[in-house]
């Protein structure tokens, strides 16, 4: 409940409150788990990067060759983003929220460096599976993508309209084949 209402709302415009009144909950039965909405919203980060964590092993799984592996990653990429259009933007609000917060920003920056860790060890391994090289390591691929995918979703505020996802998932495959080394591709 708590991630859709941050979701619809937003992390600022968010009430514990509204929360609690959407969960079934008292305001205090929040507090009795949570210090406060910052504390809530790290649990509902925690649980959706583990969920993306699942999804992105279990789409690297697929694919007969590389750059279909690739695709399989970028569509299940898309698709949640497609799932939950608002989390990107909400993603990049709370990070503007805890950048002047120091602790906060750290334990955020410690979740993202798992997400990145789990998303470069599934694109490492299909490397390994099809004998491909990069040309840069494969996490700053990870984060360039992700850095991709999340300026999209924000275009996306603007333009309702855009295939954002069909573009994601283009740039997406287009840039990790870009920094494979010629010739090692499949």
Same mark, same amino acid.
Do not use: I, K, M, Q
């Given at each position: 409940m708590a991630r859709r209402v941050f979701q619809e709302r937003g992390f600022h415009a968010a009430s514990l409150e509204e929360i609690a009144e959407e969960a079934g909950y008292s305001k205090g039965a929040i507090y009795s788990n949570f210090a406060g909405k910052d504390e809530l919203f790290l649990?509902?980060?925690? $649980? %959706?990067i583990e969920e993306r964590a699942r999804a992105v092993q279990t789409?690297?799984?697929d694919g007969e060759d590389f750059e279909a592996a690739v695709r399989a990653v970028a569509r299940s990429a898309r698709e949640v983003?497609? +799932?939950?259009? =608002?989390?990107?933007p909400l @993603?990049? $609000?709370?990070? &503007? %929220?805890?950048? +002047? +917060?120091?602790? &906060?920003r750290a334990v955020v920056l410690r979740l993202h460096e798992r997400q990145l860790d789990v998303f &470069?060890? *599934? @694109?490492? $391994?299909?490397a390994r599976r099809h004998g491909v090289v990069f040309t840069i390591p494969a996490r700053e691929i990870v984060r360039g993508t992700g850095a991709? =995918? +999340? =300026? @999209?979703?924000l275009e996306r505020?603007?333009?309702? $309209?855009? *295939? #954002? =996802?069909d573009l994601f998932e283009q740039v997406? #495959?287009?840039? &990790? @084949?870009?920094?494979?080394a010629r010739g090692r591709a499949e």
């Open positions: 649990s509902v980060l925690e $649980e %959706h789409a690297a799984s983003g497609e +799932r939950e259009p =608002g989390w990107a @993603l990049v $609000e709370y990070w &503007t %929220h805890v950048s +002047r +917060r120091e602790e &906060t &470069t060890g *599934a @694109l490492e $391994e299909l991709v =995918g +999340r =300026g @999209l979703a505020l603007l333009a309702p $309209e855009l *295939a #954002v =996802g997406f #495959v287009a840039a &990790t @084949l870009a920094f494979v």
